[in-house]
């Protein structure tokens, strides 16, 4: 029996993601940090794998334990340090899991199923920010160290793609939803203003909130991978997106409806990253629609309120709150 190859599977969008494949019926089988296996469901098939001991493993060599999993109907690339603030404070790390480590685990898969159909995910901060929606040729220039690394993450794995494996490298934009980590804007303001609820009111620290951004539901990004999957190799690349700008003010005010409790905004110098963040980043989705035959469309309000019943639930279940 296969099974569609996950990394990342312990994380955000891969749990997601295993649950996606789960409601269909599909088989899956996991690639898991070391020390996060309690993160997936007992019995699931799966072996670990830390991406950045990969990047130092020789060309041609095994990064993990093939032999534990079900052979590949393909894989989904989803494992790389995805936070821009993370990506800034440690720079080599991130080039390491987010490039090398992937260069060295693909060299083995395809060196034992060349035929393997894979998704790499890269992003939509690979782009120069633009005032239009961003086509796949447009100027790659990242304003951060993520974007970069994404970028060269590209190259590698387009590499693999000019050599006749069916690989197509994916740019999801901004996703959230149930779950995600508090390091990410939404699920930040979500928490805290739980939190600010909890107490009464109070003040809540922000950074910058005129940033656009095309944001979509996890779930809908996890179904997009699926689908580009399944025709891997048809597209070098391709964007994952709605091609709808929303501004993180305007949905930090649809959160704030949704608090009770006297709460204030506060300006929080620490919370600006400057030319770090992008002012605006909204995809094309012109050749997604010609790929899929589709584009997700964004239900703001059922994305606001699923955020704010799952931040009062982890606030009343304790979740620290420091990276927030």
């Known amino acids: 029996?296969?099974?569609?190859?996950?990394?990342?599977?312990d994380g955000f969008a891969g749990t997601w993601l295993r649950r996606l494949l789960?409601?269909?019926?599909?088989?899956?089988?996991?690639?898991?940090?070391?020390?996060?296996?309690s993160q997936l469901p007992i019995g699931s098939s799966f072996t670990t794998m830390n991406l950045a001991e990969a990047a130092r493993i020789p060309s041609g060599e095994a990064v993990a334990d093939f032999d534990a999993l079900p052979e590949p109907s393909g894989l989904i690339h989803l494992a790389a340090i995805s936070s821009p603030p993370v990506c800034e404070a440690h720079p080599s790390l991130a080039q390491a899991v987010n490039v090398a480590g992937p260069q060295r685990f693909y060299e083995s898969v395809l060196k034992r199923w060349p035929d393997c159909p894979i998704v790499?995910?890269?992003?939509?901060?690979?782009?120069?920010?633009?005032?239009?929606p961003l086509r796949e040729d447009e100027i790659l220039e990242p304003v951060n160290v993520y974007g970069r690394t994404k970028l060269?993450?590209?190259?590698?794995?387009?590499?693999?793609?000019?050599?006749?494996?069916?690989?197509?490298?994916?740019?999801?934009f901004n996703h959230t939803g149930a779950g995600q980590l508090p390091i990410f804007a939404l699920p930040s303001f979500a928490m805290r203003l739980a939190q600010l609820e909890a107490d009464?009111?109070?003040?809540?620290?922000?950074?910058?909130l005129g940033g656009v951004r095309d944001f979509l539901h996890v779930k809908q990004v996890?179904?997009?991978y699926l689908d580009i999957l399944s025709s891997a190799g048809q597209a070098d690349l391709?964007?994952?997106?709605?091609?709808?700008?929303?501004?993180?003010?305007?949905?930090?005010?649809?959160?704030l409806q949704r608090f009770e409790g006297k709460i204030c905004l506060k300006q929080d110098q620490t919370r600006l990253r400057g030319g770090a963040d992008a002012d605006q980043l909204i995809g094309d989705t012109t050749r997604l629609r010609a790929l899929l035959g589709y584009v997700p469309e964004l239900?703001?309000?059922?994305?606001?309120?699923?955020?704010v019943a799952d931040s009062r639930s982890r606030i009343l279940a304790g979740e620290d709150l420091s990276s927030a």
């Open 222 to 224: 996890a179904q997009g």
């Open 200 to 208: 009464g009111g109070g003040e809540l620290p922000v950074g910058w």
């Open 22 to 37: 789960e409601s269909q019926g599909q088989q899956w089988a996991a690639f898991c940090s070391p020390g996060r296996e």
């Open 120 to 132: 790499h995910v890269s992003s939509g901060h690979v782009y120069k920010p633009a005032n239009h």
């Open 299 to 307: 239900d703001v309000d059922s994305l606001l309120d699923e955020l």
């Open 238 to 255: 391709v964007n994952l997106c709605s091609g709808q700008g929303q501004v993180v003010g305007d949905l930090l005010d649809g959160l």
């Open 152 to 172: 060269d993450g590209e190259a590698m794995a387009q590499a693999l793609s000019k050599k006749g494996h069916r690989v197509t490298v994916v740019r999801p």
């Open 1 to 9: 029996m296969s099974a569609i190859w996950i990394t990342g599977a």
